[in-house]
């Protein structure tokens, strides 16, 4: 039981090149989120998935989009990376709803130069 | 721990104190709380949570504490070991659907 898996570990783009953070979890999840963590600051919810078929924006969405690929698997896509997108993107996971811990992917280190 | 921007506050305490770690919420519509631990490069690892029905939760070397009357949280850790070095945060879900927001963190730093 790995939990939640995040790929790549650490990226580098260049302005304007795009790129998919891939995430899996394997507890058998409804809902799955991701998020930015940028330094002194909260987690910052960028979409979420509430369940299969379904996606949602968070707080801070612009510059990004979304995939639920299936129960397992919800991927984020920057289309055209920008430097405030440098972060630490964190996937994670929950049985549903906000009465339900939820647990997080190692993270996604990602610099845009 | 409020947010000071860049920099967490800090806590430091000797190995095998107890320390004390302060969270104040902002939405008195919040009915559940966890409490994270993040060491350096990792992701959040849940530690413990509760409801708003309780005033307090134990688990192993850990307790926490909930003021509802001032919006107040805390985390409690005994006997300090220097593997309890770490940020720690709290998360609220009010009434943000099916949504947490989660506060700045508290850096703990445990001294030999």
């Known amino acids: 039981n790995a939990g939640v898996t995040q790929t790549p570990k650490f990226q580098v783009l260049k302005t304007g090149q795009s790129m998919t953070l891939q995430c899996a979890q394997d507890?058998?999840?409804?809902?799955m989120y991701w998020y930015r963590q940028d330094p002194g600051m909260g987690l910052r919810l960028i979409y979420y998935s509430a369940s299969e078929g379904t996606t949602d924006k968070g707080e801070v969405p612009n510059g990004y989009n979304v995939s639920r690929l299936n129960k397992r698997e919800f991927s984020l896509r920057l289309e055209s990376a920008a430097p405030s997108q440098t972060s630490v993107y964190f996937c994670?996971?929950?049985?549903?709803?906000?009465?339900?811990?939820?647990?997080f992917g190692p993270g996604t280190r990602l610099l845009v130069l | 721990g409020e947010s000071v921007g860049l920099h967490l506050p800090t806590l430091s305490v000797q190995e095998g104190d107890n320390s004390i770690i302060n969270c104040a919420y902002s939405n008195s519509a919040s009915d559940y709380f966890i409490w994270y631990k993040q060491e350096s490069g990792k992701g959040p690892q849940f530690i413990i949570d509760?409801?708003?029905?309780?005033d307090k939760r134990q688990g192993q070397r850990v307790t926490v504490l909930l003021n509802k009357t001032v919006k107040h949280l805390s985390l409690q850790i005994a006997a300090t070991q220097p593997g309890d070095s770490a940020v720690y945060f709290c998360?609220?879900?009010?009434?943000?659907?099916?949504?947490?927001?989660f506060g700045p963190g508290t850096r703990l730093s445990v001294l030999p």
């Open positions: 994670a996971s929950s049985v549903g709803g906000s009465q339900e811990t939820q647990y």
């Open positions: 998360a609220e879900n009010g009434d943000y659907g099916q949504n947490f927001v």
């Open positions: 507890m058998n999840h409804n809902s």
């Open positions: 509760i409801r708003s029905n309780m």
